[in-house]
């Protein structure tokens, strides 16, 4: 996309995935990363796929993410901090018309709302009916939720 088009604010298109990893992959959730991807495509090509995760993480579940075509983003700081970074400047950059977060913090609410307003259709995905978060249903254009 050129300079021109970010100036008119046409976005290149695809969706951006986005999952908070220490929120989402839980034992309690046991949620599929093939799940999480297939619901993103659901909503057009899928331009990005990214698992934050904590500097805990496992090599293991760093790898799991990466082997289901993930870019792992693994931060010393505050996960939702980074993600929430990553995803608005997606957004707005232009490199996204699809914002999907997988999440249980209502900590995002900001991040779909700011899409929301740029233009982006938004999705929430909840990894589970006790893990979801009101907040972020609601706010989303489309909201799922996994079940067991």
Known sequence: MGLLDRVRGRRSGGVGLFVDGPNVLRSEFDVDLDNLRMIAAEHGRLASACLYLDEHATPG????????????????????????????????????????????????????????????????????EHGRSDALASTAHESHTLDK
């Open 61 to 128: 579940l760093i790898q799991a993410g990466e082997a289901h075509g993930f870019g792992v983003v693994t931060t010393s700081g505050d996960v939702d901090v980074k993600l929430a970074v990553d995803a608005t400047r997606a957004v707005a950059e232009g490199q996204i018309d699809t914002l999907v977060v997988a999440s249980r913090d209502t900590d995002f609410k900001p991040v779909l709302e700011v899409a929301a307003e740029r233009g982006c259709r938004t999705v929430a995905i909840a990894p589970g």
